[in-house]
């Protein structure tokens, strides 16, 4: 038996395990742990392993994965609330960063134009992995600056449609740069007209039918044939795989399964991402970094400098104020993983030699190693100026704040549409998830905000943003599975309120003791609506009533309560 593929993944675990956790307990973040555990075992490191061509195949699938995920991120409400930010600002950072670094690469390195191009746009384009992160734990996605900057992520996110159709395209010697350019935005174009007419007629009622098999084994598998299926087919004809998983997730952004798909691919997803981010770090060449380190960490400094300068005033164009301006520039101000795909996809085209892809390595690398420091400073100022007036103009937002934080309602059968009923007539926005494929056709054709899910599986709620929910409702009629979702949701996110029914006092008490802010006994209720409404017909007073009832309702909770949550907290069901 040959045990040496069985050496590298065990020490590809163990230096991420090792190194990842560090690198985020320093504040630093995951990627550039993978990104540096890749360059301890590489060859420029301790040589574990040599021969990492063959892992960088495998991690090709973490690329084709976070762009299935990407692709899915933007769907078309996201873009249209954030229209102005998103079609505006994020389309002029792109075009001059992306303008100004092909000159300067033009003019210092005599390469052509073509060349100078796919590295000036792919300079220009951030973080989307590492930025949301950063902004997911601080909890500012929806602030003044990380809208703006999400904004931004998306047009950059758009970007990369047409950036792979043109290395695609500057394979093919006999177009010049303008023919690349034009019918690479001529294949984006294409696709969306092919993802519209598929996503609508073939994909989803696909799906709809393989969730009613209700095996999570064969959505898992139409999942992973979804993406590697279209990454496939794009390679055949000549353009990426990466742009065919890209492609893949764009046909379900605006679909009801697009939750649990997300739920599916994600673990598959972090570990291959993580294989690729070391993959990139083995193939980096320590000694050109050693032989010029000032100059390549003079050019960070002046690639990041001259993105912040461009991003800056663009945000005060758009109406947002000024130290505002200063935190998105700053958290925007390096470069990213797309420009690590988008250079490694040009290398193995033969377009970049090995001398200049591996200076355009180390300079993103360097760059994202800044990125937590240039948060930090970034969080500081905005942070300076929270108490202040900075505002966003609400056209271009979106008018409800609450937008990018719904509540949570996990259930929608009888009860759940009757919450959400009230919720739509409070105007409080929610997303529903549901287990039942017909229900989900059925409220999504009448516009209800309803999302297919299992909700036995804890990686939905990470899938649906269940971390930034404000509170959660459990509407589910299976008491079994009730406790198992109070019980993950709590061990997953303690600080959320979870609201949740029950039949009887017993199962109320069990449900608190799981984690449960608030319980609703059904016997209660039905016994006081009952009690009041035969009372009042036999002539009672109804304020007496209502006296008589609340004095029900609070005993009945108050011993319902009387159970001591973190006496019991649960376990983590996964």
């Not at 690329?63 to 899915?72: A, D, K, P, Q, R």
Request: hydrophobic share 55%; net charge negative.
């Amino acid at each position: 038996m040959n045990t040496e593929y069985l050496t590298d993944t065990i020490v590809l675990l163990a230096a991420a395990v090792i190194a990842v956790p560090l690198f985020q307990s320093l504040g630093l973040g995951a990627i550039p742990g993978f990104l540096v555990a890749g360059i301890v075992l590489g060859p420029s490191g301790l040589g574990f392993i040599e021969n990492y061509d063959e892992i960088a195949h495998l991690a090709e699938l973490g690329v084709v994965l976070l762009l299935f995920v990407i692709g899915i991120e933007i769907n078309p409400s996201r873009l249209w609330k954030m229209k102005g930010l998103v079609l505006g600002l994020g389309s002029l950072q792109v075009f001059i960063t992306g303008g100004l670094i092909t000159i300067i690469v033009h003019a210092t390195l005599s390469s052509s134009w073509g060349i100078s191009l796919l590295i000036g746009s792919a300079l220009a384009l951030s973080s989307t992995a590492f930025v949301l992160q950063l902004l997911t734990e601080r909890k500012m996605l929806s602030s003044e600056y990380g809208r703006p900057a999400v904004a931004v992520l998306l047009l950059q996110d758009l970007a990369v449609v047409p950036l792979l159709a043109f290395v695609s395209l500057m394979a093919t010697p006999e177009l010049t740069i303008a023919e690349d350019v034009f019918f690479a935005f001529a294949e984006a174009l294409l696709i969306l007209v092919i993802i519209i007419i598929t996503a609508r007629y073939i994909l989803n009622p696909t799906l709809n039918r393989l969730a009613r098999f209700s095996s999570p084994e064969i959505f898992t598998a139409s999942a992973l044939l979804l993406v590697l299926g279209s990454a496939y087919v794009m390679e055949r004809i000549g353009l990426s795989m990466a742009m065919g998983a890209f492609t893949a997730g764009l046909l379900i952004a605006d679909s009801s399964y697009r939750h649990q798909i997300i739920a599916e691919i994600q673990p598959f997803r972090g570990l291959l991402l993580g294989l690729f981010f070391m993959s990139m770090g083995m193939s980096i060449n320590l000694s050109l970094f050693l032989a010029n380190p000032l100059v390549l960490l003079g050019i960070v400094v002046v690639l990041m400098a001259g993105k912040f300068l461009t991003l800056w005033p663009l945000s005060r164009v758009f109406g947002i104020q000024n130290t505002t301006s200063i935190s998105i520039a700053l958290l925007l101000a390096q470069s990213g993983e797309f420009a690590l795909v988008l250079f490694a996809l040009a290398k193995g085209m033969g377009l970049l030699d090995e001398t200049l892809f591996q200076h355009l390595l180390i300079i993103v690398f360097l760059s994202m190693l800044a990125t937590p420091a240039l948060e930090k400073a970034a969080y500081r100022i905005f942070s300076s100026i929270r108490e202040g007036s900075t505002t966003i103009p609400e056209f271009e937002i979106g008018r409800i704040e609450h937008d990018a934080k719904p509540v949570l309602l996990i259930g929608f059968g009888r009860m759940g549409r009757k919450i959400g009923v009230v919720m739509e007539f409070m105007k409080v926005p929610y997303v529903a998830i549901d287990s039942n494929a017909a229900l989900v056709d059925r409220e999504r054709a009448e516009g209800k905000p309803v999302y297919f899910g299992d909700v036995k599986r804890s990686e939905i709620f990470r899938a649906v943003g269940a971390a930034e929910a404000p509170l959660v409702i459990v509407a589910i009629d299976n008491f079994e599975v009730t406790e198992q979702v109070v019980s993950t949701l709590h061990a997953a996110y303690p600080a959320i309120p979870i609201f949740v029914r029950g039949h009887d006092m017993m199962k109320c008490q069990a449900l608190k003791a799981l984690g449960a802010h608030f319980t609703a006994s059904e016997t209660l209720e039905a016994s006081a609506e009952l009690a009041r409404e035969a009372l009042l017909h036999m002539g009672e007073e109804a304020s007496e009533v209502e006296v008589a009832l609340d004095d029900l309702r609070k005993d009945y909770y108050e011993r319902t309560n009387q159970v001591r949550v973190e006496s019991k907290p649960g376990p983590n069901i996964p």
